[in-house]
C-alpha cells in the first residue's frame, strides 16, 4: 500500500478503522524523542535517571529509573547487630546523618522501652537540627546551581562547613558521624561546644539575610520557579508527601508537632507554612521558602537546647546504652521528621536474636520522587530541573 | 626601508603622531621581498589577543568568581596561580582528539573552527587606536555586526555534528537566541551611527574626540543614548551567551550544551572564542557609545589632562580598558544571577527589547535631526 509507505516517513498518521477502511490523518506533531536525562546528569542530584518523552523542549512523560545507589540496606540489616546498623543508616540521607541516626535509635528504644538521660535528648536535638541546617544549605545551594545560580551554593556550603566542623568536633567524622547510640550517644560533647555553637548561631543569622537577598529575593529566581510544579494539598497527602514538600503544598504536618519525639513538645517554634502571599501554594518556591524559613526555626531549636540543657554532673552519655540489645519478640514503627520528610523505620524482632528479623526505612526522598511523573507532564525542559531541585532528593535515601 | 632607531624617539613623541610615521615605516619594511612589517604589525594584536584571551579572560574570571563566592581561585601554578592558564592549555593540547564515532566528522570539526574565526574576524574592524586599526572599511560597524552571526553557523555545525540530543537541543536553543538578540542589537548600534553619520569606526571614534574628554561621548551626547547603549549591552550579553543568557550552554540543563561532546584542543578553541567575543562586543560597545580610545579625562583650564592622555599608545590603553570594564561586568552578572528560561529570553527579547529599541531609534533620529 502507497500510503502505508508515506506513513513509514512518519508525517502521516494511520488508523485502521476496519479490514477496508484506513483512515489517513497528517500529523502536524513534531517527532517525539526519548531523552535519557541521567544517570550522569548535573542536576539529577546523583545517579537518578528519567526517562523522559519530549516534544521540542516539552516534556510529555517523565519517567524515573531507580536502583543506580541500591546497596541492600535493609538486607544487610538482618545480618547486623542492632547497634551495628547505626552506621548503615548514616549513608541512607548522608547530607543529614544525625537525622537519620535519630530515628532509628527512636525506634529500636521503643522497641526496647529504655529511659535515656535528659542532657542525651538535648545533645540529640541540637545535633539534628544543626544538622538540618546543614542539609537544607546544600539544598538551597544546589537549587541555586540548577536555575544557573552558582554563587548562592558557594555561599551555603562555606556556612555549612562550619556546621561540618562543628559536627566532627563531637564525633569525630564530618558527615557519616556513629554518634547517637542506641540509648545515649557515643561521646559527651566537648565543654566548649555549646559556646561555639552559640557563635554559629550568630554567625549565621546574618548569612540569612544575606542569602535571602541573593537567591530567594532575586527576580529572575522567582520568575523561574514560582507557579512551576504546583502540586495541590490534596494530591500531595495522596501520594504520602512529607516534610517541606507537604508543607510547601500547605499542609501544616511536622512530625516534631504532630507526632512528638524527644523533648520537641517542650520547644517553641513555628511550622512555617506558605501563606501564598510570595509564591503560589504549593510551587517550586513554595517548597524553596519553606526550607528558607525552617533553617531560622532550627536555630531558634538550637538557642533553647542551648539555654536548657542540663549539666555534665554525673552525667554518662553511655549510662542507658544496653551492654546487648535483644528486644522482645515485637514490632515497631518509629518516625522523625527529616530536612527531606518523614523518616520512618519498621524493625521486628523474633526475641531471640540479636539482630533484627526485618528492618524497613521508610523513605522520604522515595516518597516525594513518586510524584515525579505528575509533576513533570507538560512542562518544558528547564522547568522539570527546577521541579527536581525542588524535590531535592538524595539518591542515597531514594535507592537505599 | 630601516626602522627608524627607537632611541630617536622621546617619550611625549611616541605618545604623539610620531608613532604613525613609526607603525608606517614598519610596514614598508621588507626583507628579502617579503612584507614582514605588515605581518609583524598584524601580529600584534593577535598576540594580544591571544595573552588577553589567556591571562585576563580565564584567568580573570576565575579570579573574579572566586573573590565574589569568598574563595581563593587558582593559587599553584605560579605566584597566585598566574600560570594556571597556561597548564591548562598545555593540558588540553595533549589531550587525545576525539571524533565520536556516530559524530558528522566533518560538521564535528569544522564547527569550532567557523566559531573561532567567526568571533576573532570581527577584530580587523576595531580601531585600538589613532594609528591602528586592523582594515579601515567605510562600514566596519555593519561587517562588525554581520560577522558575529557567522558564529550561528558554527555553533549548529558543533551541535548538529556531535549527534548528541543534549547538543542538538543547545544549538537549537542557541541558533534562535542569537538571531533574535541581533536585533535589538543592531538597531540599538544603529542609533548610535546616526548620532555618528557614519558607519567607518574610526570615523565614530574620531567623532567623540574633544577637550571636554567623557562630555564628548555618544552616551553624553544626547539625553537618550543611555537607552540604545543599555539595550546593546543586554543583547549583546544574549549574543555572547553568557549569563544570564547562557541557555545554549546550560549546565545544569543541557550538560554543556552544544559542545558537550568536545574536548581536548577543540574544546579550548570553542572557549577561546567565547571570551574572543567577549572581549569583542565590549570595544564595540566603547567605541559606539563611550568614545573608543578618547581618554575620558578633560582638560580642566591648563591642566590640559585630555590632551596629556591622548595619542596612539594611550588610545590602546584606554580602549582596552573600557573593554575590561565591561567585561568585568559581565563576569559580575554571571556571577550573581540566575538563568533565564528559553520562553522569558525570547519575552525578553521581542516584547521589551525590541520595541524599546525602535522608540529609542526614533527619539535619537528625531534628536539628530532636531538638534544639531
Known sequence: ?400 | MILTPLSHISMPLLMGNNLNAWSEALVGFNLFGLPLGLVILAAIPLVFIALYSLTYGVYGERKISAFMQDRLGPMEVGKWGILQTIADILKLLQKEDIVPTSADKFLFVVGPGILFVGSFLAYAVLPFSSAFIGASLNVGLFFAIGIVAIEVVGILAAGWGSNNKWSLYGAVRSVAQIVSYEIPAAIALLCGAMMAGTLDMQKITLLQSGSYGFAHFFLFQSPIAWLPFLIYFIASLAEVNRAPFDIPEAESELVAGYFTEYSGMKFAVIFLAEYGSMFMVSAIISIVFLGGWNSPLPNIGSFALNDWTNGPVWGVFWIIMKGFFFIFVQMWLRWTLPRLRVDQLMYLCWKVLTPFAFVSFVLTAIWVIFVP
Open chain 1, 1 to 400: 500500500m502507497q500510503e502505508l509507505d508515506i506513513a513509514g516517513m512518519g508525517s502521516v498518521r494511520v488508523t485502521r478503522k476496519s479490514d477496508n477502511v484506513v483512515v489517513l490523518e497528517k500529523d502536524l506533531m513534531t517527532e517525539q524523542m526519548v531523552l535519557a536525562m541521567g544517570p550522569q546528569h548535573p542536576s539529577t542530584h546523583g545517579v537518578l535517571k528519567l526517562e523522559c518523552l519530549t516534544d521540542g523542549e516539552v516534556i510529555t512523560e517523565a519517567v524515573p529509573f531507580l536502583g543506580y545507589l541500591h546497596r541492600c540496606f535493609e538486607k544487610c540489616c538482618e545480618n547486623v547487630d542492632y547497634p551495628g546498623i547505626v552506621p548503615y543508616t548514616d549513608r541512607l540521607d548522608y547530607l543529614a546523618g544525625m537525622n537519620n541516626e535519630f530515628a532509628y535509635a527512636i525506634a529500636v528504644e521503643k522497641l526496647l522501652d529504655i529511659e535515656i538521660p535528659r542532657r542525651v535528648e538535648f545533645i540529640r536535638v541540637m545535633v539534628a537540627e544543626l544538622n538540618r541546617i546543614a542539609s537544607h544549605l546544600v539544598a538551597i545551594g544546589t537549587y541555586g546551581i540548577d536555575l544557573g545560580a552558582f554563587t548562592p551554593f558557594l555561599f551555603c556550603f562555606r556556612d555549612r562547613e562550619h556546621i561540618l566542623a562543628l559536627l566532627e568536633w563531637a564525633s569525630g567524622a564530618r558527615m557519616l558521624y556513629n554518634y547517637i547510640w542506641v540509648g545515649g550517644l557515643a561521646y559527651d560533647i566537648p565543654s566548649d561546644f555549646n559556646k561555639r555553637v552559640k557563635e554559629f548561631v550568630d554567625y549565621f543569622r546574618p548569612k540569612t539575610v544575606e542569602l535571602y537577598k541573593l537567591l530567594t529575593e532575586n527576580e529572575i529566581f522567582v520568575k523561574r520557579t514560582i507557579g512551576i510544579g504546583i502540586m495541590p494539598a490534596d494530591v500531595a497527602i495522596n501520594y504520602g508527601w512529607s516534610g517541606p514538600m507537604l508543607r510547601g503544598s500547605g499542609v501544616k504536618w511536622d512530625l516534631r508537632r504532630n507526632d512528638p519525639y524527644s523533648i520537641y513538645p517542650e520547644l517553641d517554634f513555628e511550622v512555617p507554612v506558605p501563606d501564598g502571599k510570595d509564591s503560589e501554594v504549593g510551587d517550586c518556591l513554595s517548597r524553596h521558602l519553606v526550607r528558607v524559613l525552617e533553617m531560622e526555626e532550627s536555630l531558634k531549636i538550637i538557642e533553647q537546647c542551648i539555654d536548657k540543657m542540663p549539666g555534665t554532673e554525673g552525667f554518662n552519655p553511655r549510662s542507658a546504652v544496653p551492654k546487648r540489645v535483644r528486644p522482645k519478640a515485637g514490632e515497631v514503627y518509629a518516625r522523625a521528621e527529616n530536612p527531606r520528610g518523614e523518616l520512618g523505620f519498621y524493625i521486628q524482632s523474633d526475641g531471640k536474636s540479636t539482630k533484627p528479623l526485618r528492618c524497613k526505612a521508610r523513605s522520604s526522598c522515595f516518597v516525594n520522587l513518586s510524584a515525579m511523573k505528575d509533576l513533570s507532564k507538560g512542562q518544558l525542559l528547564p522547568d522539570l530541573v527546577a521541579i527536581i531541585g525542588s524535590i531535592d532528593i538524595v539518591l542515597g535515601e531514594v535507592d537505599r
